[in-house]
């Protein structure tokens, strides 16, 4: 089977060096450590974890084109996907990881430690919260987000988070059109223009994934977001 940076190369035209490659056999074997103590992830094949956690997250790479300085939030970065593997992957792209819960940040600051990444920080926090505090608030060039929920819910946890000129992406399954379609009213009421919906291919997998891409147009009302628990309770429809 080809290495990672072998499909990264082949599927993505990302080089990773010999230094990045080894980083990710570490997370590899610090994620499997962990998932002994804790669930961190249900993928517990190191090719799976490869395929279905390293490189779905490096397919960010097929919506943005150049990482230099931009500012990235995770919002519900749970276990460091795709946080952690864009920060091994982009050196110069900074990385906040976001998530309410803090033993799913404790693996991650100490992936981070032990990797020697020095483009990451975490915050505990809930996205609801995040979006009103005004040190986060439409701070982030790239707010990202996968398996956080439907659309709807997607809209309102990120685009207050993104600056205006910014983008929200998030990585979606084959409901991602749909999706789109039941979250047209949030993201235009929360300030989002939806910019592209991308296909991505990833090796041994046969169905293919989506990134949905939304523009930040112009700024989010400041009732938004709402209270933590009715975005999900109650989503924009």
């Given at each position: 089977m080809p290495t990672l940076k072998e499909y990264a190369l082949s599927a993505l035209g990302i080089e990773l060096t010999v230094a990045q490659a080894r980083s990710f056999d570490?997370?590899?074997?610090?994620?499997?450590?962990?998932?002994?103590?804790?669930?961190?992830?249900?993928?517990?094949?190191?090719?799976?974890?490869?395929?279905?956690?390293?490189?779905?997250?490096?397919?960010?790479?097929?919506?943005?084109?150049?990482?230099?300085?931009?500012r990235l939030i995770d919002v519900g970065a749970g276990a460091g996907f795709p946080g952690l593997p864009l920060?091994?992957?982009?050196?110069?792209?900074?990385?906040?990881?976001?998530?309410?819960?803090a033993k799913k940040l404790r693996f991650i600051a100490?992936?981070?430690?032990?990797?020697g990444l020095k483009n990451i920080r975490v915050l505990q926090a809930r996205a609801e919260d995040a979006g009103r505090d005004r040190r986060q608030r439409e701070a982030y060039d790239i707010v990202v987000a996968r398996a956080l929920?439907?659309?709807?819910?997607v809209a309102e946890y990120t685009l207050p988070l993104a600056k205006t000129g910014g983008q929200v992406i998030a990585f979606k399954?084959?409901?991602?059109?749909?999706?789109?379609?039941?979250?047209?009213?949030?993201?235009?009421?929360?300030?989002?223009?939806?910019?592209?919906?991308?296909?991505?291919?990833?090796p041994t997998l046969d169905n293919p994934r989506y990134l949905i891409a939304i523009d930040k147009?112009?700024?989010?009302?400041?009732?938004?977001?709402?209270k933590a628990?009715?975005?999900?309770?109650?989503?924009?429809?």
């Open positions: 570490r997370l590899t074997d610090l994620l499997l450590e962990w998932n002994e103590r804790m669930n961190l992830t249900a993928i517990t094949d190191p090719q799976d974890i490869a395929i279905m956690h390293y490189l779905d997250a490096l397919t960010l790479a097929q919506a943005v084109s150049d990482f230099d300085q931009l920060a091994i992957a982009f050196p110069q792209l900074r990385v906040t990881l976001l998530d309410s819960r100490q992936a981070g430690a032990e990797l929920g439907r659309m709807p819910v399954g084959s409901s991602a059109f749909d999706e789109c379609n039941a979250a047209a009213h949030a993201i235009d009421v929360l300030g989002g223009e939806l910019f592209a919906i991308e296909e991505v291919r990833l147009v112009k700024p989010t009302p400041r009732k938004y977001p709402r628990g009715l975005p999900s309770r109650q989503p924009l429809l």
